[in-house]
């Protein structure tokens, strides 16, 4: 089946700093990919949709100078969290569809990131 | 914004069916039902989707009323593993067309 891998599980940064997240799609290509925020207790929020060699398209209300999307390959999205402050702590998640067989979409395993 | 309603919570004994209803009373013709679960602290995982017809697989059946207003998830067995929270989703099949979640079903399955 689809397998999606998302890198780092876990991520612990100072405030001010950035990180990267790394989503991959590891047996198919997928030229869209999905970034979702979930909040303890919350459902996911979709913050962007990831198009391959195009700019992100990005939820209402998500900051894209913050919350910078690259999707340089068929297989690869990375999600770079800018000058990341407290409130940005949350569990973030990828997700592609592979585009053939009658499999939904797939999602990563999720990463935790606090800022303290 | 979510587009169905779900009851925020069930429980269910272990080896009984559980039926998670979902109310999706505005989806459009082309839209399917998707359903997903997700386990604390991973990330959703697929479990079933349908259009008019009744759905089963290893994991789940799928229910859609004739209308398609309405579906209910069955887990035939349900085992303490079961315990997640499950998301039913109404969205076009079209690659590249996004997943928006609701709130979703807490099913806690009990001994």
């Known amino acids: 089946g689809a397998v999606v891998s998302q890198h780092p599980s876990w991520v612990i940064c100072k405030s001010g700093t950035s990180v990267k997240i790394e989503c991959r799609s590891l047996d198919f290509q997928a030229t869209t990919m999905f970034w979702y925020r979930q909040f303890p207790k919350q459902s996911l929020m979709l913050m962007a949709t990831s198009n391959e060699g195009s700019k992100a398209t990005y939820e209402q209300g998500v900051e894209k100078d913050k919350f910078l999307i690259n999707h340089a390959s068929l297989t690869l999205s990375t999600l770079t969290v800018t000058s990341a402050h407290p409130e940005d702590s949350s569990f973030y998640i990828c997700?592609?569809?592979?585009?053939?067989?009658?499999?939904?979409?797939?999602f990563g395993s999720g990463t935790r990131l606090t800022v303290v | 914004d979510a587009k169905t309603t779900q009851p925020p919570s069930m429980d269910c004994a272990e080896g009984r069916a559980a039926n998670l209803p979902c109310n999706h009373s505005t989806i459009s013709g082309n839209e399917y039902v998707y359903w997903y679960r997700q386990i604390h602290s991973q990330g959703p995982q697929y479990i079933i989707h349908g259009l008019k017809n009744n759905e089963t697989n290893e994991m789940a059946s799928l229910i859609i009323t004739e209308d398609r207003k309405s579906s209910t998830l069955i887990l035939p067995h349900a085992t303490l593993r079961d315990t997640a929270v499950y998301y039913c989703i109404s969205a076009y099949m079209e690659y590249g067309n996004k997943l928006v979640f609701g709130a979703g079903t807490i099913l806690r399955v009990k001994s």
């Open positions: 997700s592609a569809r592979s585009g053939r067989g009658d499999y939904g979409y797939t």
